[in-house]
């Protein structure tokens, strides 16, 4: 059983940056599409960054590109996500979710996820 745990989020200014961390467990392939999505009051879970658990390549929305990163350090068993020139529109809980076989931008492909960090911000 996949457990997914998000850290790291706060309340910052715009331009600022924040790492947020997922903790994951259970992972019992290497094949594993490892996904962070977000999502702000009254809107849908929005698609962020994704990775492959095994490596290669990296795939960010293009409201994120150049501004956040995704990576993972199998090692400690942990997805990050980079955010830098935070601005007040990236506001959202962020989640990361995981799956096993090709990655995916949908949130209903995905069936383990963590409970969320709260990004704040403040313009």
């Known amino acids: 059983q996949v457990q997914l745990v998000e850290s790291g989020g706060g309340l910052v200014q715009a331009g600022g940056s924040l790492r947020l961390s997922c903790a994951a467990s259970g992972l019992s392939s290497s094949t594993y599409a490892m996904v962070w999505f977000r999502q702000a009051p009254g809107k849908e879970r929005e698609f962020v960054a994704a990775?492959?658990?095994?490596?290669?390549?990296?795939w960010h929305a293009d409201s994120v590109k150049g501004r956040f990163t995704i990576s993972r350090d199998n090692a400690k068993n942990t997805l990050y996500l980079q955010m830098n020139s935070l601005k007040p529109e990236d506001t959202a809980a962020y989640y990361c979710a995981a799956r096993l076989g090709p990655w995916s931008n949908r949130a209903q492909d995905f069936d383990s996820w963590g409970q969320g960090t709260q990004v704040t911000v403040s313009s």
């Open positions: 990775v492959r658990w095994n490596g290669g390549n990296t």
